[in-house]
């Protein structure tokens, strides 16, 4: 079992970066693969990335490709969102989630573990 703890979010204005942190528990983080997703009020969750568990395969949403980059460090149970170029589409509670067994990492039905999430506010 893996507990994640989001952080990192914020205000920021349009055009400006952000990086999210999601730490988690345990001594096998390194076997999950890790998403991010994100839930904006009114609207469903959605898929934002995923890494595979050597960091050496990423998936990017077509909204993000380009301005989000995906990493994780597994020494420090840690995986992160650098989030670039930000526009006001981008607001949202973005939640961290990790999955052991081989997911459709863009279903975020297929994650067992989840985040508390860390909200993310994008001004024009």
């Known amino acids: 079992q893996v507990q994640l703890v989001e952080s990192g979010g914020g205000l920021v204005q349009a055009g400006g970066s952000r990086r999210l942190s999601c730490a988690a528990s345990g001594r096998t983080f390194s076997m999950y693969v890790m998403g991010w997703f994100r839930q904006a009020p009114g609207k469903e969750r959605e898929f934002v990335a995923a890494?595979?568990?050597?960091?050496?395969?990423?998936s990017y949403s077509d909204s993000v490709k380009g301005r989000f980059t995906i990493s994780r460090d597994n020494a420090k149970n840690t995986v992160y969102l650098q989030m670039n170029s930000l526009k006001p589409e981008d607001t949202a509670v973005y939640y961290c989630a990790a999955e052991r067994q081989k997911p459709e990492v863009r279903l975020w039905w297929e994650y067992d573990y989840w985040g508390q999430g860390t909200q993310v506010t994008v001004s024009s």
């Open positions: 890494i595979s568990w050597s960091g050496g395969d990423v």
